[in-house]
Every structure is written in structure tokens, then in C-alpha cells.
């Protein structure tokens, strides 16, 4: 069994009622712990028939894997969370869990615009054996009910939920002296992933407030980021590796790596975070064209690039993917 994120400080198990009256069970409640390293950020592959293409997630999951990352996020906003059922949102978690097979951490996405719906979610992904929950903020909640949002997903899971900061596409914009109440009243939930930019002053300020930092935006701040002191961070999915050698070499005070990394990631990342469906698109295509994934196709309603900007993205991404993969650890043979 892989050790929870709180390791060996968790407290004694609670017995907890499931939500919407499912039957009680025990839950056991983890101390929350420093995140480090890079967490992939794994987009869902769908097959031509328009199920969820489960052999690519595997295959996807075994490249993040091989490329040295901490940890794998599923049903992040760039998992298209947003269009998948129910049914399909639990068959998702149980197969990233299963293909990472206590390799790395797998953090499962459980957000709802209701709080008994966002907990139940959270039971089953800890249930199916996910290592920490992310969640964002419900539009319209007041202040106290923001914090019964988050301890309702903590207290149904017994794991560490790291509060998505994204109001470009959340619509919700919290203030740093609500994320630190969270953190007070809610310790499992003291974790931020920071998507309001400009995000390096916005990390500065939470840190003074107590809180841990996450950095998100597919890294656009990166390197900035790094020297506001953030530990970890989630981008995408096409050459994690490059983001672990950023962090090591910060870690071992090498700036130069870091800062040539991120100039060379530089415009592909601002062209891809002009919109999360060309964020999505992207990347499907870069891993569809390497084979591990069956098709390139998002669902619609959607607003993927026009052909001229897929193609320039998409060749920046796959001449980015041959300079870095080789940086990767144990990265076998793709395509």
C-alpha cells in the first residue's frame, strides 16, 4: 500500500457517514505535508467512438513516469472535467491509480458546485486509492460556506486538497485572507495551486499567510516562481521532464539551467495558455502523433485552434518534445 501524503503523523481513523446517506466508514485523517516536484497535469485521451480511451491514459501515465515526476493530477480543467460523466470520472481515477501502481502520487480532481456532490467525490477517489484531492471554489459561496466546502471534501476523504486558485476560468477570485481562514480552519486544505496572475507576488503573499504554493498555468511563471520559493508545480503532460531537471537544478543552485530551460519553453507556453482548448488540443495532438493515445479528439461544445495555429503549436511542441526527451528518465521509444 503506498503511504499517504500526511505519512506517518495521520491520526487515529474517523468514522464518517457517507455523503447523501451512503453507508458510514472509516476515515483516516492525514497531517498535511509539503508537496515537491512536478505532478503532471494528464489531459484524457477519448477513443473514436467516443469513450475514454483508457489504454492511452495508461500509456500517457507510463510517459510521465518515465520522465522522473512526482506525482500525476487527473481530472484537473485540462482532463476536460468539465465533460465528462460520472460514471466516466470514477472509471478515470481508478485507472490513473492502477496504471501508476504506487509509482507516483496521483492526485484526483473533485470540485462540484455543490458540497455534498464535491465530498462524495472525494470518498471515492480515496477510496480507489488517490494520494491527495484538488478542488475549486464553487461560484456564489460566502466566505463560511467556502470553508464547509473544503472541510466537507477533507473530512469525507481523510486527504490533503489543494485549493485551485483560477479565476480566468473559474470566474471566482479568492482573496489571500480567505485561502489563509481555509488554511486555519481546514489544516488539510492549506495547499494552493496559484493560477491568478501575475502569480509570483500572489505565491509571496500566501507564503507570508502560512500557506503552501503550488505553480500552475502550464509554468508560464516558472522560473519566477521557483525563486518566490515554490517547491512543486503542474504543467502538462508533453515533456515533463524538462520541468524535474528546472527544479533540481534550482534546488542545486543552478540558475543557468533553469532560466535556459524556461526561455526555450517560453513561447510555446504562451501560445498554449491563450485559451485551455488550445492547451488540450496541443497536447493531444503532440501525443496522438507519438502513439500514445488513440485520437486527438476533445469534446465539443469546443474552441480548438484554427489548422494554422494547431500546426505552428503543434511543431514548436514536437521539435521541444525531440530536445527534452532525451533528458527524461528511462523514457523508452515513442511513436
Same mark, same amino acid.
Given at each position: 500500500?503506498?503511504?499517504?501524503?500526511?505519512?506517518?503523523?495521520?491520526?487515529?481513523?474517523?468514522?464518517?457517514?457517507?455523503?447523501?446517506?451512503?453507508?458510514?466508514?472509516?476515515?483516516?485523517?492525514?497531517?498535511?505535508?509539503?508537496?515537491?516536484?512536478?505532478?503532471?497535469?494528464?489531459?484524457?485521451?477519448?477513443?473514436?467512438?467516443?469513450?475514454?480511451?483508457?489504454?492511452?491514459?495508461?500509456?500517457?501515465?507510463?510517459?510521465?513516469?518515465?520522465?522522473?515526476?512526482?506525482?500525476?493530477?487527473?481530472?484537473?480543467?485540462?482532463?476536460?472535467?468539465?465533460?465528462?460523466?460520472?460514471?466516466?470520472?470514477?472509471?478515470?481515477?481508478?485507472?490513473?491509480?492502477?496504471?501508476?501502481?504506487?509509482?507516483?502520487?496521483?492526485?484526483?480532481?473533485?470540485?462540484?458546485?455543490?458540497?455534498?456532490?464535491?465530498?462524495?467525490?472525494?470518498?471515492?477517489?480515496?477510496?480507489?486509492?488517490?494520494?491527495?484531492?484538488?478542488?475549486?471554489?464553487?461560484?456564489?459561496?460566502?466566505?463560511?460556506?467556502?470553508?464547509?466546502?473544503?472541510?466537507?471534501?477533507?473530512?469525507?476523504?481523510?486527504?490533503?486538497?489543494?485549493?485551485?486558485?483560477?479565476?480566468?476560468?473559474?470566474?471566482?477570485?479568492?482573496?489571500?485572507?480567505?485561502?489563509?481562514?481555509?488554511?486555519?480552519?481546514?489544516?488539510?486544505?492549506?495547499?494552493?495551486?496559484?493560477?491568478?496572475?501575475?502569480?509570483?507576488?500572489?505565491?509571496?503573499?500566501?507564503?507570508?499567510?502560512?500557506?503552501?504554493?503550488?505553480?500552475?498555468? #502550464?509554468?508560464?511563471?516558472?522560473?519566477?516562481?521557483?525563486?518566490?520559493?515554490?517547491?512543486?508545480?503542474?504543467?502538462?503532460?508533453?515533456?515533463?521532464?524538462?520541468?524535474?531537471?528546472?527544479?533540481?537544478?534550482?534546488?542545486?543552485?543552478?540558475?543557468?539551467?533553469?532560466?535556459?530551460?524556461?526561455?526555450?519553453?517560453?513561447?510555446?507556453?504562451?501560445?498554449?495558455?491563450?485559451?485551455?482548448?488550445?492547451?488540450?488540443?496541443?497536447?493531444?495532438?503532440?501525443?496522438?502523433?507519438? #502513439?500514445?493515445?488513440?485520437?486527438?479528439?476533445?469534446?465539443?461544445?469546443?474552441?480548438?485552434?484554427?489548422?494554422?495555429?494547431?500546426?505552428?503549436?503543434?511543431?514548436?511542441?514536437?521539435?521541444?518534445?525531440?530536445?527534452?526527451?532525451?533528458?527524461?528518465?528511462?523514457?523508452?521509444?515513442?511513436?
Amino acid at each position: 500500500m503506498r503511504p499517504r501524503l500526511g505519512g506517518a503523523d495521520a491520526a487515529a481513523p474517523r468514522r464518517h457517514g457517507g455523503a447523501g446517506g451512503a453507508e458510514a466508514r472509516e476515515v483516516t485523517v492525514t497531517t498535511p505535508r509539503r508537496f515537491d516536484g512536478v505532478y503532471s497535469v494528464l489531459v484524457t485521451p477519448f477513443t473514436a467512438a467516443g469513450g475514454i480511451d483508457l489504454d492511452g491514459v495508461a500509456r500517457v501515465v507510463d510517459h510521465a513516469v518515465d520522465s522522473g515526476v512526482t506525482g500525476v493530477v487527473t481530472l484537473g480543467l485540462a482532463s476536460e472535467v468539465g465533460r465528462l460523466t460520472d460514471d466516466e470520472r470514477e472509471a478515470l481515477v481508478a485507472a490513473v491509480v492502477a496504471a501508476a501502481d504506487g509509482r507516483v502520487e496521483v492526485v484526483a480532481g473533485t470540485e462540484h458546485a455543490a458540497g455534498a456532490p464535491a465530498a462524495r467525490r472525494a470518498a471515492h477517489a480515496a477510496g480507489a486509492g488517490a494520494d491527495a484531492l484538488m478542488a475549486f471554489p464553487p461560484a456564489g459561496a460566502a466566505e463560511a460556506q467556502l470553508v464547509a466546502y473544503y472541510a466537507g471534501i477533507t473530512e469525507a476523504s481523510g486527504l490533503p486538497v489543494i485549493v485551485q486558485d483560477a479565476p480566468a476560468w473559474t470566474q471566482v477570485r479568492l482573496s489571500t485572507d480567505l485561502l489563509a481562514r481555509v488554511g486555519r480552519e481546514v489544516p488539510l486544505a492549506r495547499h494552493v495551486k496559484v493560477e491568478a496572475p501575475p502569480t509570483p507576488p500572489r505565491i509571496a503573499a500566501l507564503h507570508a499567510a502560512g500557506l503552501e504554493c503550488i505553480g500552475g498555468l #502550464g509554468g508560464l511563471y516558472l522560473a519566477e516562481e521557483l525563486d518566490r520559493g515554490v517547491t512543486a508545480t503542474m504543467p502538462g503532460c508533453l515533456f515533463p521532464g524538462v520541468y524535474v531537471e528546472m527544479l533540481r537544478s534550482h534546488a542545486a543552485g543552478d540558475s543557468q539551467v533553469v532560466q535556459r530551460a524556461y526561455a526555450e519553453l517560453l513561447p510555446l507556453t504562451v501560445s498554449l495558455m491563450s485559451s485551455l482548448d488550445v492547451f488540450v488540443a496541443v497536447h493531444k495532438h503532440v501525443l496522438w502523433r507519438r #502513439g500514445l493515445i488513440a485520437t486527438p479528439a476533445l469534446r465539443g461544445p469546443a474552441q480548438p485552434p484554427d489548422a494554422r495555429q494547431l500546426d505552428w503549436c503543434v511543431g514548436l511542441a514536437e521539435r521541444l518534445t525531440d530536445r527534452f526527451l532525451p533528458r527524461s528518465r528511462g523514457t523508452r521509444p515513442l511513436g
